[in-house]
């Protein structure tokens, strides 16, 4: 029986002994980053910035994988199943948070099936509409979209998108609720509103400031505190009456649960050398938001985040009653 009891514990040594030579000697090969949402769009371009600059402080390639589908899901409940030793990566936005609510049969538990990173950054929104709407400002909007409640159609890029919370969210502060017409991505969902087939659309600016710039569209409102660099003659929602309707879709890195505390913290200490990349400052600078700080790039601030936005947006999606099963 000694013999045995010696044997295991020897067993268990040797394990611990590996587990901390893994993660000390992390990374020895290529990590992927699964965005859980189609090539091109908004949480897209931020994570391909952010995975090049950390890929030069690794050393390691840090290669972006597509897996969209059922709001964000499908691809955080992969990395949920991944194996836990650094390699697989989760950059997700605030869907994180919004799909313990919206998916009322979710096939993981958002806070206990994995582990944090840090926040990446996080990106205002902006209310538009097609470019011969005939409201020029928000409150004549308001007033617009009140008055034609069951006419005026409100665009977004699925249920659990960005856009889709920002459309409820607008709905909600306005007590007013909308025709919504959702679409398989924020491409097709931005190409019918250039084409005049939907009303107003609620998004990042990584994917609306070039369309505003261009005058291709009519913009009513950014959803941050105070205005823009990129954008300055854009009025915030607090100016146009709207307070409430503050909202900036943040992003997050995560990891599957029970990956090992150092390779967390290595991979925290990297997304803030990535964040503080002049490639990456002056690119996120271009699409109208900037890195998170050094204090918030860390596991304890990602935590933190994502367990307050649950708390805030479940009575935000239980009143408007728009669930994704």
Not at 74 to 94: F, P, R, S
Not at 314 to 321: L, M, R, S
């Amino acid at each position: 029986m000694k013999k045995l009891f010696a044997a295991l514990a020897a067993a268990a040594a040797i394990g611990m002994t590996a587990s901390y030579a893994q993660a000390q000697d992390y990374p020895t090969r290529n990590i992927t980053v699964v965005v859980p949402f189609a090539a091109g769009g908004p949480t897209d371009t931020v994570t391909r910035l952010v995975a090049e600059a950390m890929s030069k402080d690794l050393g390691q390639q840090v290669i972006v994988e597509n897996v969209g589908g059922a709001g964000g899901t499908l691809g955080a409940k992969q990395v949920a199943d991944a194996e836990n030793d650094g390699y697989t990566l989760l950059l997700h936005h605030i869907g994180m948070a919004t799909s313990d609510t919206l998916y009322r049969n979710l096939p993981y538990k958002t806070l206990e099936a994995f582990e944090y990173v840090g926040l990446v950054t996080e990106v205002p929104m902006t209310l538009l509409g097609r470019k011969d709407l005939e409201p020029n400002d928000l409150k004549g909007l308001i007033e617009y979209a009140k008055a034609n409640k069951d006419k005026i159609t409100v665009a977004n890029a699925g249920i659990g998108a960005a856009s889709h919370l920002c459309g409820m969210l607008f709905m909600s502060s306005i007590e007013t609720p909308l025709v919504t017409v959702p679409y398989k991505g924020t491409g097709p969902a931005m190409t019918d509103l250039l084409g005049g087939q939907v009303d107003i659309m609620c998004d990042q600016t990584t994917n609306t400031t070039k369309q505003i710039q261009g005058g291709t569209v009519k913009a009513y409102a950014v959803t941050s505190p105070a205005r823009l660099n990129v954008l300055p003659d854009l009025p915030t929602v607090a100016e146009s009456g709207l307070p409430n309707m503050q909202v900036a879709i943040w992003h997050g890195i995560y990891a599957p649960k029970g990956t090992d505390a150092k390779i967390t913290e290595r991979l925290s200490k990297s997304l803030q050398v990535a964040l503080k990349d002049p490639n990456v400052i002056a690119r996120f600078a271009e699409l109208g938001t900037v890195p998170s700080p050094e204090a918030d790039a860390t596991p304890a601030a990602l935590k933190a985040k994502l367990e307050s936005e649950i708390a805030r947006w479940k009575p935000v999606i239980d009143a408007a009653g728009q669930y994704a099963d």
